[in-house]
């Protein structure tokens, strides 16, 4: 296992009052942030690609209030550290106050990497956490954490593949997402959170973007970890 961007470490949280305690829902006096328009988060260089972002210090968290934000990360699949350029495994280390949210999208086109490719939008609810799955746009899967998590704004981890390809294990043909439940970092076979239900079929051409972005609303992104690794949820 190769992971190319190390996780933020976890006293990040306590400095940012981002876990338990805080919910997630208060930025800390003591802390001042900045917008930024480009920057690393744990190693991992983005650029804003919309909206406000803000960060405390150079490579720390990442912030943005309800007005929301956008960043694109600078380098591809390929150059994150994925061995082959059409799978992504993902990390992302993120809390959410309540009514934000977090989109993960990878595999879009430069300019709509919102709006092509495929990608996973998590939603915070009062005590729960919803998400979505969307291929080019398409809704494939809305549904909720279950249980949802014990602590909803804290901070969360959740592991998210990404296939421009056909999916491991899955009829030829079909493509798009597996996603684990919150805080498993050790995904293993048939535990994802869509219990083996395969994605949609789609055009070989649907997914010919390389860009991978996070869009966050009310939300803080905490760290971002890319592993050379492709577990598959039903292989």
Known sequence: MDSRARPFPRVAAALLVCAALAG???????????????????????????????QA???????????GGQIVLDEDAAGLGMSDPDLLHLRTQFALSNGGSLQIAAFGDTGSEFSSGVWVLLTREDAGIDYQLRLSGALFV???????????????????????DSVPGYVAGQSGITMWELNDLTPGLG?????????????????????????????????????????????
Not at 57 to 67: K, V
């Open 24 to 54: 997630c829902d208060d930025n800390p006096a003591e802390l001042t942030l900045q917008p930024v328009t480009s920057g690393t988060i744990g190693g991992v260089s983005f650029t804003v690609s919309g909206g406000t972002v803000y």
């Open 57 to 67: 210090f150079p490579g720390g968290p990442l912030r943005a209030d309800e007005t």
């Open 142 to 164: 809305d549904s909720a954490f279950t249980p949802a998590p014990p602590i909803p704004g804290g901070e969360h981890w959740v592991v998210t593949e990404f296939y421009a």
């Open 191 to 235: 535990e994802d959170a869509l219990r083996c239900d395969p994605g949609p079929a789609i055009d070989p051409t649907a997914l010919m973007g390389d860009r991978v972005g996070y869009a966050l609303e009310s939300a803080w992104l905490l760290a971002v970890e890319v592993v050379d690794q492709i577990v598959g949820p039903c292989a």
